[in-house]
C-alpha cells in the first residue's frame, strides 16, 4: 500500500468552527489531491497540488482551502465549516511520472461530521 | 472525460469469475480506462488501467472492445474480500490536471 495517512481519521466539530485535515505521504509524489465523498455523488475533487506551493481548484473548491509547504504535506482547511460539508474526506496521490505508473493512489479517509 | 456507463449491482459465486462490464462510447483516442475498487469504508483502491490492449496483472485482467467503446474488467477467481464498489474511469492523460471522475460504479457482491 502506497504510505498515506490523513489525520485524524474521525471529527465531529460545530458549525463555523476552523477545521483542517491533513495527509501525509512518504512516497515522495509531486501531485497530491483532496477529494469527497457523499452518498449519491461519488467521489468529487476539491483541491488538488503539483508541487510544493502549487495548488488549483477542483469543481467542489467553495469553501475550502489547501496549502502544500512540503512535498510530505497536504492540508484541507475549512474556514468555518457547515453542515453542508459534513463528509468522508480521501487524500490521494499520484507521481505522474509516466504512462505505466500514473496512477492515483488513496488514503484511508477522514470522516466529518458538522453539528 | 468521458462518461462511462455500468450496471449498478452485481452477484457472483465465490470462486467463479467476476466480469464487470463498462460501456464508454464516448471515449476518445487519448483517454485510458481505469478501474478502482472501494471497499466498505475504505479508500478507493487501483486496480488497473489500459489503453486498448488488454492488461493483466496480480488483481485482474482488462478487455478492452477493438473498437474501444466498452470494457470488462475479469477478477478470475472471486473471494468475498472482493465484495466492494467498483469504478470504470475513463481520462485522458493531462499533465497538470489528474482529477478522476468518480460515477456511481458497481456494487459486486460475491455470495459464499
Known amino acids: 500500500d502506497a504510505g498515506i495517512t490523513q489525520s485524524p481519521r474521525h471529527k465531529v466539530t460545530e458549525t463555523g468552527t476552523p477545521v483542517t485535515l491533513r495527509c501525509h505521504q512518504t512516497e515522495n509524489h509531486r501531485y497530491m489531491y483532496w477529494y469527497r465523498q457523499d452518498p449519491g455523488h461519488g467521489l468529487r475533487l476539491i483541491h488538488y497540488?503539483?508541487?510544493?506551493?502549487?495548488?488549483d481548484k477542483g469543481e467542489v473548491s467553495d469553501g475550502y482551502s489547501v496549502s502544500r509547504s512540503k512535498t510530505e504535506d497536504f492540508l484541507l482547511t475549512l474556514e468555518s465549516a457547515t453542515s453542508s460539508q459534513t463528509s468522508v474526506y480521501f487524500c490521494?496521490?499520484?507521481?505522474?511520472?509516466?504512462?505505466?505508473?500514473?496512477?492515483?493512489?488513496f488514503g484511508p479517509g477522514t470522516r466529518l461530521t458538522v453539528l | 472525460d468521458a462518461k462511462t456507463t455500468q450496471p449498478t449491482s452485481m452477484d457472483c459465486a465465490e470462486g467463479r469469475a467476476a466480469n464487470l462490464p463498462c460501456n464508454h462510447s464516448?471515449?476518445?483516442?487519448?483517454?485510458?480506462v481505469y478501474w478502482y475498487r472501494q471497499i466498505h469504508s475504505q479508500g478507493p483502491q487501483y486496480i488497473i488501467h489500459g489503453l486498448k490492449n488488454n492488461e493483466t496483472n496480480e488483481m485482474a485482467s482488462l478487455i478492452i472492445t477493438e473498437d474501444r467503446k466498452s470494457s470488462t474488467l475479469i477478477l478470475p477467481h472471486a473471494t468475498l474480500r472482493d465484495t466492494a464498489v467498483y469504478y470504470c474511469?475513463?481520462?485522458?492523460?493531462?499533465?497538470?490536471?489528474?482529477?478522476?471522475?468518480f460515477g456511481t460504479g458497481t456494487r459486486l457482491t460475491i455470495i459464499p
Open positions: 490521494a496521490i499520484s507521481s505522474s511520472g509516466g504512462v505505466s505508473t500514473d496512477t492515483q493512489y
Open positions: 497540488s503539483y508541487g510544493v506551493k502549487d495548488t
Open positions: 464516448t471515449i476518445s483516442g487519448n483517454e485510458y
Open positions: 474511469i475513463v481520462r485522458a492523460r493531462n499533465f497538470g490536471n489528474e482529477k478522476l471522475t
